[in-house]
C-alpha cells in the first residue's frame, strides 16, 4: 500500500527566507505527484504537478522536484512571504497493479506558517 | 472558470436525518470525485465518476450514497450518519480520469454529526 510522508509536519520561518518541504513515498510506481496548498477550512488549490517522467516543474517562486526512483519530492519555495501561510500537502497518483487508472493518495502535509 | 462549487458550506446533522451534499462544475470535466478529510489528516477518497459512471468506491459504508445526475453535477446522499463521520467532506474534478489531468477541489462541506 503506498504511503506518503511529509517532512517537516510544521516549519516556522520569518519573511523573506527560502524553504524547503519535503515528501517521500513508499512505491516508486506513481504516475505522477501534486504538490496542493489548503488554506484552513478551506478546499485545495493544486500548486504544481510533476509527470513521472519529469524532474522538475517550476511556477513563479515555487520549484518542485522529483527522484521517483528513490521515492523523494521537494517543493522549494523562494522568497517567503505572509501569504505563503498554509497546510502544504503532496499527493501521489497510485495505479491498480493490473494498471488503469485510480486516485490520488496524499501525505499529511506540512503546516506553514511565515511570521511577517 | 476552474471553479467547483460545494453546497452547502456547513450541515449539522442528527444520527437518523438525511441530507445530502451537492458539487457543481461547468469545465466540461467528465471525472468527478469525493474525499473525506478529516480534523489534521489529509483527504481520502471516497468515490470517483467517470463519464457519469461510478468507477470507484472505496470501501465506504452504505450509509453514504453518490450520485452523478449528469456531467456537471455529483451528490452525496447522507443517511444514519454516525458522529464518527463528521469532517470536511471535499469534491473534486478533472478533465478525465487520468492521471495527467489537474483535480480542482472545492472548498468543501463541513459536516458535524450530533
Known amino acids: 500500500k503506498q504511503e506518503v510522508t511529509q517532512i517537516p509536519a510544521a516549519l516556522s520561518v520569518p519573511e523573506g527566507e527560502n524553504l524547503v518541504l519535503n515528501c517521500s513515498f513508499t512505491d516508486s510506481a506513481i504516475y505522477n505527484l501534486q504538490w496542493f496548498r489548503q488554506d484552513p477550512g478551506k478546499g485545495l488549490t493544486s500548486l504544481l504537478l510533476i509527470q513521472s517522467s519529469q524532474r522538475e516543474q517550476t511556477s513563479g517562486r515555487l520549484n518542485a522536484s522529483l527522484d521517483k526512483s528513490s521515492g523523494r519530492s521537494t517543493l522549494y519555495i523562494a522568497a517567503s512571504q505572509p501569504g505563503d501561510s498554509a497546510t502544504y500537502l503532496c499527493?501521489?497518483?497510485?495505479?491498480?497493479?493490473?494498471?488503469?487508472?485510480?486516485?490520488?493518495?496524499f501525505g499529511k502535509g506540512t503546516h506553514l506558517i511565515i511570521q511577517p | 472558470d476552474t471553479e467547483v462549487t460545494q453546497t452547502p458550506k456547513h450541515l449539522v446533522m442528527g444520527m437518523t436525518n438525511k441530507k445530502s451534499l451537492k458539487c457543481e462544475q461547468h469545465?466540461?470535466?467528465?471525472?468527478m470525485y469525493w474525499y473525506k478529510q478529516k480534523a489534521k489528516k489529509p483527504p481520502e477518497l471516497m468515490f470517483v465518476?467517470?463519464?457519469?459512471?461510478?468507477?470507484i468506491n472505496e470501501s465506504v459504508p452504505s450509509r453514504f450514497s453518490p450520485e452523478c445526475p449528469n456531467s456537471s453535477l455529483l451528490n452525496l446522499h447522507l443517511h444514519a450518519l454516525q458522529p464518527e463521520d463528521s469532517a470536511l467532506y471535499l469534491c473534486?474534478?478533472?478533465?478525465?480520469?487520468?492521471?495527467?489531468?489537474?483535480?480542482?477541489f472545492g472548498a468543501g462541506t463541513r459536516l458535524s454529526v450530533l
Open positions: 499527493a501521489v497518483w497510485r495505479g491498480y497493479s493490473g494498471g488503469g487508472a485510480d486516485g490520488l493518495t
Open positions: 469545465m466540461g470535466h467528465r471525472a
Open positions: 465518476y467517470s463519464y457519469e459512471k461510478l468507477s
Open positions: 473534486a474534478s478533472s478533465q478525465g480520469w487520468i492521471p495527467a489531468d489537474i483535480q480542482y
